[in-house]
């Protein structure tokens, strides 16, 4: 195989006060048809390198040295003219979240228009079908006319993935294209990524921070750490033999196993019960129709989970899981059912009554920097739940459990000056979770806490919160898509599928025994490192 892409020597620097070289000494090569992947945590550069390939750096980030030879032309000496001619017939990218990436005033197919502009416009029609099919979308007349925020997850990646095969480019560049889907739906997109590149013989640069993955997609592994290239290795002696301790680090943190300590469930009562949970949302009505069609969200469902319990609700995007968290919150109306916790039923409680007892069930959101307030200093940001639920302390009191909030997360207590932009996301994550510890609640809902996190902050996000859980006796609904993940963590699993729970049992018995065919299409979908 020839040689398409070579970087030699790639530095970049960030212009500021005190300029800091970001990108050191980067070098690494790409065959034609060879699928590589860039492995690394969050800040490691992986995104600057792809970035500084197809020339879409921010105006304060600065090239200083290094050479990136394209079939066989120097990327960094092209005009700009020249650059858009590449990057609209030989080089795509596939951004990581797609719903930032699609215009959401435009329907799909004026979006994909664009990618047909010196195409004849009678053809353009049949060639975006054409398009649309081979990336798995079999109904593409129909989703042609619709908007981005009538899409899933999968379909907007599948989208983005049709923009950017339209030229059939010689390279394509997947910046975490499977970070936030479900397991079943990367499959897909994974699968969809290699007969592509067969069929196209095409090149992937893929940028990921889950080694399984990586392991299924790839033919070699470049690991990045601190702007800097640790290891370069073909994919199967990375994975029996990585040469770098960080390497060997990645690999350890990708496998998370449950530190267990010994509990005594002394209590032995139920801290929350949903009994028939039915939650119904009104469809627009069809023309000349009498009856008022509704979708199911979550369609008689009931759980329970005693004092010191993890018990995970797993299932794809669009299942449920996030509206029954919701419904618990009181954050989305419900249609039929109760919901009791620590045996009150709170869907009969007075609202002032109500607002009071919040403090005994709290949310960590999936995304920490959507769900902290970017304006306030995380001191304030923690203050606010006491001022609201624990208005009977004092001063002292508020200021000494902030303290002890932000300490028992792992954080330094001059944190609390701080705003959330100045952390990272591991440690915005763990601000997120002294918001809500600050008030002791006895049930946590965690709603995809860690799908974002890099593995090694993954684990010790995961880590903290086993940890509470045995300091403090909390019990947890902890929803996730990730059946493997939740397997090392939950005492008990339910397996939700269009609205309904479809299995649920302890976690040994749904992932070793499991007879419904949902539940093993999830464990066949989950990404093993080979």
Do not use: W
Request: proline fraction near 3%; include cysteine; glycine fraction near 4%.
């Amino acid at each position: 195989m020839t040689e398409l892409l070579k970087i030699n020597n790639l530095c970049l620097s960030i212009s500021s006060d005190n300029e800091s070289e970001i990108l050191k000494n980067i070098n690494f090569s790409l065959k034609e048809s060879e699928i590589l992947s860039l492995i690394g945590e969050s800040g490691s550069g992986k995104s600057l390198t792809a970035l500084s390939i197809i020339r879409l750096l921010e105006n304060n980030c600065r090239v200083t040295s290094g050479d990136i030879i394209f079939n066989k032309k120097n990327l960094l000496s092209l005009e700009e003219r020249s650059m858009r001619i590449i990057r609209r017939n030989d080089i795509s990218m596939i951004f990581q979240e797609p719903m930032r990436s699609l215009n959401p005033v435009m329907s799909i197919a004026d979006q994909l228009e664009e990618s047909y502009k010196n195409e004849n416009k009678k053809d353009i029609k049949n060639k975006i079908v054409e398009n649309l099919i081979s990336v798995g979308i079999n109904d593409a007349e129909r989703v042609m006319s619709l908007f981005p925020h009538q899409l899933s997850g999968g379909m907007k990646q599948r989208i983005m993935i049709a923009m950017a095969i339209a030229c059939k480019p010689k390279l394509l560049i997947a910046d975490e294209p499977t970070t936030s889907l479900d397991v079943t739906i990367q499959k897909q997109v994974l699968d969809l990524l290699l007969k592509l590149k067969d069929d196209l013989n095409m090149s992937i640069l893929f940028i990921t921070h889950d080694l399984a993955v990586a392991s299924q997609i790839s033919d070699r592994i470049v690991v990045m750490k601190s702007g800097e290239i640790v290891e370069d290795n073909y994919s199967m002696d990375f994975f029996k033999n990585p040469k770098s301790s960080y390497s060997k680090t990645l690999l350890e943190s990708s496998s998370y196993t449950k530190r267990n300590a010994s509990r005594e469930n002394k209590e032995n009562q139920n801290v929350l019960e949903v009994n028939n949970l039915k939650v119904y949302f009104k469809e627009k009505k069809p023309f000349l129709s009498k009856e008022q069609p509704y979708k199911k969200a979550v369609d008689d469902v009931s759980i329970s989970i005693e004092s010191g319990v993890t018990h995970a609700i797993v299932g794809e995007s669009g299942s449920g899981k996030t509206t029954v968290a919701k419904s618990i919150m009181g954050l989305t109306s419900i249609t039929e059912g109760n919901i009791k916790i620590l045996n009150q039923d709170i869907l009969k409680m007075k609202n002032n009554y109500r607002s009071n007892f919040r403090r005994n069930y709290q949310m960590i959101f999936q995304d920490p920097f959507s769900s902290l307030n970017p304006r306030m200093r995380v001191g304030s940001i923690i203050k606010e739940g006491l001022s609201f639920l624990k208005p009977e302390l004092n001063n002292d009191e508020v200021n000494s459990s902030i303290i002890n909030a932000i300490k028992s997360v792992g954080l330094n207590e001059n944190s609390i000056y701080k705003y959330p932009h100045q952390f990272s996301g591991g440690q915005r994550q763990r601000i997120a979770i002294a918001r809500v510890l600050v008030l002791d609640p006895k049930l946590l809902i965690c709603d995809e806490p860690t799908s974002s996190l890099d593995v090694t902050v993954q684990k010790q996000v995961l880590d903290l919160l086993i940890d509470i859980q045995n300091r403090r006796h909390i019990s947890y609904l902890f929803i996730s898509h990730d059946i493997n993940l939740v397997s090392s963590i939950a005492d008990k699993i339910s397996v939700m599928y269009q609205g309904k729970i479809v299995e649920s049992g302890k976690t040994s018995d749904i992932i070793e025994n499991t007879s419904n065919d949902y539940t093993k299409k999830l464990l066949s979908s989950v990404p093993q490192i080979i």
